[in-house]
């Protein structure tokens, strides 16, 4: 079993573009989709369902947008939340939300405090969660800003399949602690080598 930290895995990636010369936007690319496979694999009446993906402001944000667009190019209709401002996304993230914006597909975007309080309390628990709001780089435990939004996925997990991309937010890549709010999936599919976080107990708990 191959097992990285956060840090072997940033090494990995940039050896991949240096090295091999394969853009960054390329591995998003192909991590977006794979994630779009494997979620098509544990819930095979995607068209059927109702899907809503949250996405954060970084790469794991980006990420989500691709599957995003994958999950729509297999007849589902999913529906993203972005906790940020369009116009401050940056780099492959921002191609990214470009991109599902040409296409049409539903994307809100929030970022006061209130308003993502107001408007979590007004969507009904869907059938499919994708938690693509932080990545393996968090480095500290999330804030009240992101504590209701975490707290609101937890609820609906009673009812939501909820899958998260590369990690379950709120956890360290490299620890087996649960440092703080965390989401709890049935399904995490990450990218090239497990991370400790995937594997140490109670960590490993939520990452279904």
């Known amino acids: 079993m191959k097992i990285l930290t956060a840090a072997q895995m940033g090494e990995v990636d940039r050896l991949t573009t240096e090295r091999y010369r394969i853009p960054s936007i390329l591995l998003m690319e192909n991590a977006g989709r794979s994630f779009a496979d494997e979620l098509a694999r544990a819930c095979p009446d995607l068209d059927t369902r109702r899907i809503l993906i949250l996405c ?35 780099g492959d993230a921002r191609a990214n939300w470009e991109i599902a914006r040409a296409m049409g597909l539903p994307i809100q975007a929030l970022s006061d405090p209130a308003e993502i309080r107001a408007c979590l309390k007004k969507i009904p628990p869907p059938d499919v969660i994708v938690d693509a709001l932080f990545g393996t780089g968090l480095a500290k435990p999330i804030g009240p800003d992101f504590r209701p939004v975490v707290d609101w996925i937890n609820r609906a997990a009673e009812q939501a399949f909820v899958a998260s991309i590369d990690i379950p937010s709120g956890l360290y890549a490299d620890s087996a602690a649960i440092p703080g709010p965390a989401v709890r999936a049935r399904l995490t599919v990450t990218f090239s080598a497990l991370k400790p976080a995937h594997i140490l107990h109670p960590a490993s708990d939520l990452a279904g």
């Open 56 to 90: 954060g402001r970084g790469n794991n944000g980006g990420d989500g947008f691709v599957a995003a667009r994958y999950l729509a190019l297999r007849g589902a209709e999913p529906s993203v939340l972005l906790f940020a401002v369009p116009e401050k996304l940056k």
